[in-house]
């Protein structure tokens, strides 16, 4: 079982900028992929960004360009760092886990964009 803590979420204003944190409670070996979802109030939940075991990134259409992911290996922990944030950003982020047998969640992030 893989546990998943996010952290950095919070209230900033549209033009601004956050960084969440997923922090791993294993190490990266066989993860297949890590990413970030998010889910607005009456809305199905999107993928944000993903990155797979040998170091891609994927984005959604409507952030590419804004966020990026990252991860550091050695504090198994996923970051994305969101630039150029708009109200239309503001949802619940959660981290995911990939890996044999392994598909878990984090408890989520709430990110509001509002002036």
């Known amino acids: 079982q893989v546990h998943l803590v996010e952290s950095g979420g919070g209230l900033v204003q549209p033009g601004g900028s956050l960084r969440l944190s997923c922090a791993v409670s294993r190490s990266f070996f066989d993860i297949n992929a890590m990413g970030w979802y998010r889910q607005a109030p009456g809305k199905e939940r999107e993928m944000v960004a993903l990155?797979?075991?040998?170091?891609?990134?994927h984005y959604g259409n409507l952030v590419e360009g804004r966020f990026t992911i990252s991860r550091d290996l050695a504090k198994s922990t996923v970051y994305l760092e969101m630039n150029r944030l708009e109200p239309e950003d503001t949802a619940i982020y959660y981290c995911?886990?990939?890996?044999?047998?392994?598909?878990?969640w984090g408890q989520g992030t709430q990110v509001t964009v509002s002036s």
């Open positions: 995911n886990v990939r890996a044999p047998n392994v598909d878990s």
């Open positions: 990155i797979t075991r040998n170091g891609n990134t």
